[in-house]
């Protein structure tokens, strides 16, 4: 018998802001002392009353506008009732029926919605005891759920690489796989290759730690559930860990449905109206920044490097309006005048020019640049001289390119405009 695999992603990201969901706890809790960053508020202890960041809930309304999510006029938090050693509350504020993005989609993968909610604590197990860090407890966390559309693990691989990269990009989250700030669960089961309707079960698979990772259980489990379904047997709907060193899914414990977490508005914070909701401008996506950096003529490894930093992303936009954009990029990419981010956009510039001004293309050397540009561009000189300015910005660049960028722009449309005029 012939299956195909139905995956559906659930993936949970902190939000970088300075302090905690409900509390003015910091959230830069990573290698800190063990119950060093609490209060009564996120340990929740009696009497304390959460107060929403409104900071992460911007970042929130960012995301799902950059997922083409539709944005909620009404949100509002809830209580996901379950008892756990690392839940000081016994219940988890999340969103449920009202979440704060709903739709959207991803490389033409759908997304069910996006919500915002707070972390648990952190369980350590030593020898035969279990220790309880509630450091992370309250620490604002995105969760972004889609539809069960993936049927190959490595669709799965390349569609967290671009959210990632959404992620970074638009400042929302580190997502940090090895500190936690990224976690990943999937929701997986198998159907006869043909059929349409989603089979009766699913099997979670939680505490994954990379990409690879993840594509490597989804391809364990997947094989798990074709034998038992070969062999006539059933599925439990549960919850399943990734043994890596003997290549095997564990049972962890039963999958859980939403009616079992009884889900009630929560009734220490008011809904969170549509003025907040709708106050974010739609920032640029990755996609968006990669068309207009390919529009200027940036190699595509140039283009992913800056839409993965946003910082040297920033620095080119700045020292671009002085140096070409080409030898912009190759100044930061390639650490020409040492670390950029150390060094600071002006003191770039200055030392971009302090270089060129011992090796600028002038006198004969680029007379004969120009003119060689004017007579292989034929097209474009007829265009300016018909009057369209953009033809001479054109020739320019030509000009750069062929000296590698080792001219002054202001001489170098002054010779350019020399051999046309002399040709006319």
Request: with cysteine.
């Amino acid at each position: 018998m012939k299956y195909e695999p139905v995956i559906g992603l659930e993936i949970h990201t902190q939000v970088k802001v300075q302090s905690k969901m409900f509390c003015s706890c910091s959230t830069n809790v990573f290698g800190s002392e063990p119950n060093t960053a609490t209060c009564p508020v996120c340990l929740g202890l009696p009497g304390a009353l959460p107060v929403p960041n409104f900071a992460a809930i911007e970042k929130t309304v960012t995301l799902a506008k950059a997922l083409g999510s539709t944005i909620a006029s009404f949100s509002q938090f809830e209580r996901k009732n379950y008892f756990y050693p690392d839940l000081p509350k016994g219940f988890q504020i999340s969103q449920y029926a009202n979440p704060i993005g709903v739709g959207g989609a991803l490389l033409g993968f759908k997304i069910t919605r996006v919500h915002l909610e707070e972390d648990t604590g952190r369980l350590l197990h030593e020898s035969e005891a279990t220790l309880i860090d509630f450091n992370r407890s309250g620490i604002p966390l995105i969760e972004i759920v889609t539809e069960p559309e993936f049927s190959d693990p490595r669709e799965v691989t390349k569609f967290l690489k671009e959210l990632r990269t959404i992620l970074v990009h638009l400042e929302i989250s580190d997502a940090d796989m090895e500190k936690g700030s990224l976690r990943l669960e999937a929701n997986i089961s198998l159907r006869k290759v043909g059929e349409k309707v989603l089979p009766p079960y699913k099997v979670e698979l939680k505490n994954i730690n990379s990409f690879a990772f993840l594509e490597k259980a989804l391809n364990v489990e997947i094989e798990r559930q074709r034998k038992a379904l070969d062999a006539g047997e059933s599925i439990a709907q549960e919850t399943r860990g990734f043994d890596e060193k003997r290549n095997v899914t564990v049972s962890q414990r039963r999958k859980e449905e939403a009616f079992d977490y009884r889900y009630f508005p929560e009734p220490d914070l008011p809904p969170i109206t549509q003025k907040i909701l709708i106050s974010r401008e739609k920032a640029k996506t990755p996609d968006k920044v990669r068309e207009e950096y390919r529009a200027l003529g940036l190699p595509a490894h140039y283009v992913e490097v800056f839409i993965g930093d946003r910082e040297l992303a920033s620095l080119f936009e700045e020292i671009r309006k002085e140096i070409p954009t080409l030898e912009a990029a190759n100044v930061l990419i390639n650490k020409r005048f040492g670390d950029p981010k150390k060094i600071g956009a002006r003191a770039i510039i200055d030392a971009f020019f302090a270089k060129q001004e011992r090796l600028m293309v002038t006198g004969e050397e680029l007379q004969s640049a120009a003119e060689k540009v004017v007579l292989d561009n034929d097209a474009a000189v007829s265009d300016y001289s018909k009057g369209k300015e953009a033809a001479l910005k054109f020739l320019l660049g030509q000009l750069m390119k062929v000296t590698k960028g080792r001219v002054s722009p202001d001489e170098g449309k002054e010779a350019l405009k020399k051999f046309i005029h002399a040709r006319a």
